[in-house]
């Protein structure tokens, strides 16, 4: 298992849980702390010098684990759902664009809000526009070889597709190949009866893992078991991406630390490998 950190791109506005500033000073500060990753969290690729970050990457030997979506509903209010025809269109096209940039680096891109609500006055057609949204964004990333991850967020953040379950039984039923899952600890503990029991049913169906505790802070300042779950991730042999999205507090450089002290000390328990 390998340790990213999300970073907000240059067009972003909206506050989210990642780092924020100059790619020059931020990529070699987290690969010495240790990670090998980042989790880019974008809003529209086209505003952005996409050769930049191939060239940034390969310079500071970090690997793009994943793109976000996040920005694209925080700072555009696009999602699959929208009652606008245009920002339901809008949504699906900046996915796709979204997908396009993540090809560069071979990488899953992430849709948790993106997706939008299920409006309570009309379910039905909500639903439908959900699935439509999913379907045109995997075909077009088909295309390029690229895995869309669905997020199960809690029910604060969105009204649907909230726990592990919920999220494996919608990737079975639409049965697109290149859907999975990602999962979230800290929305899994609202949720789920068990992060452990969910980890192992959706095994084989999830490529990637946010992780954070049970406050949102970092790994080891809240109450989870981090040991056990780290475990459970070796039992049922994930190798893939574990991000730490946590709050950022007043200094993102301490966060990002915390986060990767305390899962490095578990690595030295043997757990992590």
Known sequence: MKLAYPFLTKET????????????????MLKELGYYGIELLVRD??????????????????????IGTGPV?????????????????????????????????????NIGKLRGDIDKDQPEQSWLWLRQGFEQVCEHAEKYGINIALEPQNKKVI????????????????????????LDVYHMNVEDKSIETSFIEANGHFIYIHIADSNRQAPGKGDLNFNQIINTLKIIGYKGFITPEIMQGSNNYEEAKAAI????????EGNLT
């Open 13 to 28: 506005e909206s506050p989210l849980l990642g780092f924020r500033g100059n790619e020059e000073e931020i990529f070699p």
């Open 261 to 268: 002290d305390y899962l490095t000390l578990i690595n030295a």
């Open 45 to 66: 690729p086209k505003k952005l010098d996409t050769s930049l970050f191939d060239k940034l990457t390969h310079k500071f030997g970090l690997e793009v684990a994943a």
């Open 159 to 182: 009204n649907n597709l909230n726990s592990t379950q919920q999220g494996l039984t919608f990737i079975q039923e639409m049965n697109i190949i290149n859907l999975m899952l990602m």
């Open 73 to 109: 509903v925080s700072d555009d209010q696009l999602t699959f759902t929208a009652k606008d025809i245009d920002k339901r269109v809008g949504a699906v096209k900046r996915a796709k664009e979204i997908v396009e940039f993540a090809s560069l680096f071979g990488c899953p891109v």
